[in-house]
């Protein structure tokens, strides 16, 4: 008998033939995450899930589950007990694990990838939970138990356990290829990075700043947001473009209600150029819908023409509060929250269009030295990298 933590895999279960990938990239993931806190020799298994297996005086528990909790690809979260496999032992163990518990009703749920146990899941339910009933006195419920037992039996082993801790979810970090992020010190893109994240994307964040010209509040929270962002992909890389220079040639040469949207064509155009440095196959914005002038379905679409990649807004039909939510429960929120000097703040005139003519875009930007622009962009930026566990 010894304590373990079993996690199952979240959605990899349904990848058919290439299951194997996913969950080669999924424990790399895990035993990143638990660097310095458990050796990675100790963590291992299959059949959908991984058992990491603790000291019998292990004191960084709380830790290892709070590591866990944000990695992605895993759907739960179990601390328990590892047991040989008969029904003394599965009585023995959940009789100490709710010793100290108060509650009136019990089921019990076991699932067998050991076949050959002699007995079925049925049966070892209404043995193991007869016996617990009649020692605590309480009454089986199978619906809606104040306490739930869970026994697994694997091939040599069996686990037994208490409680379920909600995973992240999601793909494996790193699974699904690289993307692009413009990458803001508010709520919205650090956010809608996570999606991507969730969905196995490994993000390269570019933040686009007018430092000197404003404080560097941004370019420092944006670093803040990375950092906290690192948490769940492990490595991360930032690009800083200064963009100031750019927006005082638009103000010179441009009408003044276009000058949003040909910063943001720019930007769109530089983060490319990196995306493709980078082997990247998208961008990411957080955009959502109809929330400033830049992002009515109109001025989306002209954005959208100064791309080849695709653009991804995994947040286009969020609305501010499900955001700030969001941003609350990765750890984003409080950074977000401080006031800054955004590059969209810089030189932005009072009316900006929201329903912008696609043509008179494209000759506002015959004035413009657009391919010069991107170059120098691209190549005056600095690159920052970020590291977790560090």
């Known amino acids: 008998m010894k304590p373990i933590i079993v996690v199952h895999h979240h959605e990899i279960g349904l990848k058919g033939k290439n299951r194997n990938y996913f969950e080669k990239q999924l424990l790399k993931n895990v035993r990143t995450a638990l660097t310095g806190l458990v050796h990675s020799h100790l963590i291992g298994g299959g059949y959908g899930r991984f058992v ?61 990838a050991n076949k050959n146990f002699p007995l079925t899941s049925v049966e070892i339910n209404e043995a193991v939970g007869g016996f617990l009933c009649e020692k ?9 138990a104040d306490e739930t037992v869970y026994i697994e039996i694997a091939n040599q082993t069996a686990y ?79 690009y800083l473009v200064p963009f100031a220079e750019f927006q005082q040639d638009v103000v010179l040469k441009t009408p003044m209600p276009l000058r949003v949207l040909l910063y943001r064509r720019m930007m769109v155009r530089a983060a490319e150029k990196i995306a493709l440095r980078e082997k990247a196959n998208a961008l990411v914005t957080g955009e959502s819908v109809g929330q400033v002038a ?3 379905l109109r001025n989306i679409r002209v954005v959208n023409d100064a791309a080849k990649l695709p653009i991804l807004r995994p947040l286009a039909g969020s609305d501010k509060e499900e955001i700030i939510q969001i941003a609350r429960e990765i750890g984003t929120h409080n950074i977000s929250m401080q ?5 969209c703040s810089f030189l932005t005139p009072r009316n900006p269009d929201t329903w912008a003519d696609s043509d008179a875009v494209i000759e506002a930007e015959t004035r413009l030295d657009i391919a010069g622009w991107v170059k120098r962009l691209v190549e005056n930026s600095e690159v920052e990298e970020f590291q977790f566990p560090n």
Request: proline share 3%.
């Open 52 to 112: 990491i297996s603790l000291e019998s005086n292990q004191n960084n528990i709380d830790e290892i589950i709070d590591k866990l909790k944000r990695v992605f690809g895993l759907s739960n979260i179990c601390f328990g007990m590892e047991v040989e496999q008969s029904i003394d032992a599965f009585n023995s163990i959940a009789l100490e694990l709710l010793k100290d518990k108060k509650f009136n009703s019990l089921c019990v749920r076991t699932k067998r």
């Open 136 to 144: 605590f006195n309480v009454r089986a419920d199978m619906k809606n």
């Open 160 to 238: 037994v356990y208490l409680s379920k801790i909600q995973g992240a979810g999601g793909l494996p970090a790193g699974i699904s290829g690289k993307v692009v992020s413009l990458t803001s010190a508010g709520f919205d893109s650090p956010v809608a990075s996570y999606r991507l994240m969730k969905r196995g994307a490994r993000v390269i964040f570019v933040h686009f700043h007018s430092f000197p010209y404003v404080s560097r509040n941004s370019i420092d929270q944006v670093k803040g947001i990375v950092g906290k962002l690192t948490q769940y992909q492990y490595k991360s890389k930032l």
């Open 294 to 296: 830049s992002q009515t």
């Open 339 to 343: 006031p800054y000097d955004d590059c």
